[in-house]
Structure formats: structure tokens, C-alpha cells
């Protein structure tokens, strides 16, 4: 099991929400994987490590998997599936696995991706 994280975790850490930070410690001490892809960092890298002290901290401890050809088209299927059109939102779903847990500010959509994944993917709003 992985936990992945969309641009609205990312944002929660940055700005300091509490439960966003025990959520990611929580997932650190029991080793769990963290996870997301390059279009995500996208989302939310804007300044550099003096603008983003605590991004910047975090995205050391979350594995990074590329936006590739491969990963693109698996989100292209998703987003064909349920008429949805965030391909970030896609890739992201589309690397998961059965029984991750994809940690997201915008539950709705991911949870028809999910769904149109056919996989067992836990959803958590933030």
C-alpha cells in the first residue's frame, strides 16, 4: 500500500495544516510509502526553498514518478471513461495501485476516476 498526494496535500503541508502534517508523519513512521508524479509538483512549485520551506521538505520524502507516454495514456483511458478532463488528476489515479490511498482536496472527481480504474482505491478528502 501507497499513499499518493494531489496538489491540495502538497498545499495543505505548505501552508501548515496540522492534520495534513500528522497525516504525512503518521504515513513516515510506519513506513508506508508517499507518492506522486511530476504534473502534481507542477501544480504547486512556485518559488523555490525560500518560498516553500516546508514543500520543499516534503518532496524529499515523497517518491516522484514521471509523467510518461506510458502513465498519459493510462490517464487518457481514465478521462475518456468519465467524461472528466484533469489529466493530473487522471495520472494520478492511474499510478495507483489496488488499496492506495490517494490523499486530495477534490474527492468527486477523483472518486469517479477511481471508480472508472476499476481498482480498490481509498479516496481521503483532506
Known sequence: M????DAGAFIAIESGYRPMARRFKGAQQSEIPLKTHGGVIAQVWRGGI???????RALR??????????LGRRAGMLLARCGLSDAIDAALVAMADHGDEI????PNDLAMLAAASQRSINITPL
Not at 501507497?2 to 498526494?5: A, C, H, K, Q, R
Not at 525560500?50 to 520543499?56: D, K, M
Not at 520524502?61 to 506510458?70: A, F
Open 103 to 106: 490523499i486530495t482536496s477534490d
Open 2 to 5: 501507497s499513499i499518493l498526494l
Open 50 to 56: 525560500r518560498g516553500q520551506t516546508r514543500l520543499a
Open 61 to 70: 520524502m515523497v517518491e516522484t514518478v514521471p509523467l510518461d507516454d506510458g
